[in-house]
């Protein structure tokens, strides 16, 4: 029997995400993710795609039946646990435009990066991002999960004393730039949001 995945109503990137946690589950089968936008529809088939799986999408009654089959010999996304990635957060928004938005997709990013099979080795708040780490912040629980699974969290003490926050840190420690830029520096690859 075909397995069924419910995503209707559910905001990128969770579709995603449910559909790679069932298919990370077996070695092989077949189920169809139900979404309700064309966005997740195109989210869900670049992401079988990129597994090498088979994928199919059909459109019925406003709603999109994207149907994704593991093969046993379907390719599997590279792994670069060897690797050391760090990335660099300089502000509690993702992006430039609206800041209503943008504090929904670090927020979204941040969870999405917990359910990545390739996770950085550090994340570094810098400026306004140390305030993602301190109390009020809406991103505190996916950055313990993300610190529990092996992440080091850094908070730059100068940003966190310039905001008045070094006292209420919540997740992480407290870094200088000097460590920072050595973070930087050694690490394969930074990227920075």
Excluded at 70 to 95: E, H, W, Y
Excluded at 117 to 137: A, C, H, M, R, Y
Aim: aromatic share 8%; glycine share 6%; charged share 25%.
């Amino acid at each position: 029997m075909e397995h069924i995945i419910d995503c209707k109503g559910l905001q990128c990137p969770q579709p995603v995400i449910n559909t790679k946690k069932y298919f990370d589950s077996i070695k092989e089968g077949t189920a169809t993710v139900i979404v309700d936008n064309d966005v997740s529809k195109s989210n869900l088939l670049k992401f079988a795609k990129s597994n090498g799986f088979v994928s199919e999408a059909k459109q019925k009654d406003n709603l999109y039946y994207i149907t994704i089959t593991k093969n046993a010999d379907s390719c599997q996304p590279m792994n670069f646990d060897d690797r050391k990635l760090t990335i660099v957060i300089s502000n509690d928004k993702l992006g430039l435009g609206d800041d209503k938005l943008g504090a929904i997709l670090i927020k979204s990013y941040l969870y999405a990066l917990t359910e990545s099979n390739n996770l950085p080795t550090d994340l570094i708040f810098l400026n306004g991002g140390v305030k993602l780490t301190t109390e009020g912040s809406d991103s505190i629980d996916n950055l313990k999960v993300l610190e529990e699974k092996g992440v080091h969290i850094y908070s730059c003490g100068t940003c966190l004393d310039f905001y008045g926050l070094k006292e209420k840190l919540v997740v992480g420690e407290i870094t200088n730039m000097y460590s920072i830029v050595e973070k930087m520096n050694s690490s394969d690859n930074t990227i920075k949001l």
